[in-house]
């Protein structure tokens, strides 16, 4: 599936730019630790991270926001019953992998629920409604179509390799550098530059302001999505 052109399937549809103030406010506190150890900041990070979860499943993806549940317990898990039984250079890696994924994963599961449930004509026309620069518009547009065509072509060549019977067993674990990780890399570059040339050509840094098709706007969702992420900031400037 395309997913910069796939039609939305989710129960609530949600502006761009709510998104990004989303993403934005889990990357503050839980993937940069604002607040530090404070309860205060603790209890946003939790709250964040249910929601995003709520958000993903909600917007038409329950099985990767399953996938992301999943993993997040299973290094909380880990890290009550396993961390404390393993010592030495092990311990200490154990617990390094741990909680890098722990502080990371609420922001991944949040920029997963932006990339893939925006396409690329509403970011540009929420972007635009904005008044955000080209110079910052264009690189995004670019991005935001560059990852799901990179996923399509990994899941291509894939199909290719598993139908010659390259895999990491087997014996032919040293091919799939050669097979799978080189032709990745080389159609990444192509991708990029294709997709530049193409968001150049359709007009996109053109002087005069794009029209659009897309529906964006708030609705009430936004607003109690914005209103909750505004919520999370002055948690820290109350005293606890």
């Known amino acids: 599936m395309n997913f910069s052109t796939a039609?939305?399937?989710?129960?609530?549809?949600?502006?761009?730019?709510t998104k990004i103030l989303f993403t934005l406010t889990v990357g503050a506190f839980c993937l940069t630790m604002l607040g530090g150890s404070a309860p205060a900041a603790s209890a946003v990070r939790g709250a964040l991270t249910v929601v995003s979860f709520l958000l993903l499943a909600v917007s038409g993806r329950p099985r990767a926001a399953l996938v992301f549940l999943v993993w997040l317990g299973v290094a909380y898990a880990a890290a009550e019953w396993l961390l404390p039984h393993v010592g030495g250079f092990l311990g200490w890696f154990i617990y390094a992998t741990l909680g890098m994924t722990t502080q990371t994963l609420p922001s991944a599961i949040a920029s997963y629920w932006l990339l893939f449930t925006t396409t690329a004509g509403e970011l540009i026309a929420a972007l635009q409604r904005a008044r955000v620069p080209q110079a910052v518009t264009i690189p995004l547009a670019v991005m935001f179509r560059f990852f799901p065509t990179v996923v399509g072509e990994a899941r291509q060549i894939n199909d290719a390799m598993r139908m010659r019977g390259v895999h990491l067993g087997g014996g032919k674990a040293s091919e799939m550098f050669e097979y799978r990780v080189?032709?990745?890399?080389?159609?990444?570059?192509?991708?990029a530059d294709e997709l530049s040339q193409a968001a150049l050509t359709r007009?996109?840094?053109?002087?005069?302001?794009?029209?659009?098709?897309?529906r964006i706007g708030f609705g009430w969702q936004d607003w109690l999505l914005a209103a909750g992420c505004a919520a999370c900031f002055a948690a820290l400037a109350l005293p606890w």
Do not use: E, H
């Open 203 to 214: 007009g996109l840094g053109a002087a005069p302001t794009r029209t659009s098709i897309a």
């Open 7 to 17: 039609s939305y399937r989710g129960i609530l549809r949600f502006d761009p730019r």
């Open 182 to 191: 080189v032709p990745m890399v080389t159609n990444s570059v192509k991708i």
